[in-house]
């Protein structure tokens, strides 16, 4: 299952966006992260580097 971020936790500071393997995350316009859910292979690469835990599976 793809992840879901919380963008109420989501602090912009990019770090998931870096880690995922398939590019499955960028930040909005916001700044917040967000998660292309076509994309995301679920390998959870993503919720381990964020600071804030602010990426869960879905």
Do not use: F, H, Q, R
């Not at 770090?15 to 995301?40: F, Q, R």
């Amino acid at each position: 299952m793809p992840v879901t971020v919380n963008k109420d936790l989501c602090i912009g500071c990019g770090a998931c966006v870096g880690a995922c393997p398939v590019g499955a995350l960028e930040l909005d316009e916001e700044g917040k992260s967000e998660c292309n859910k076509d994309v995301c292979i679920s390998c959870l690469a993503c919720v381990g580097t964020c600071p804030v835990e602010a990426i869960a599976e879905d």
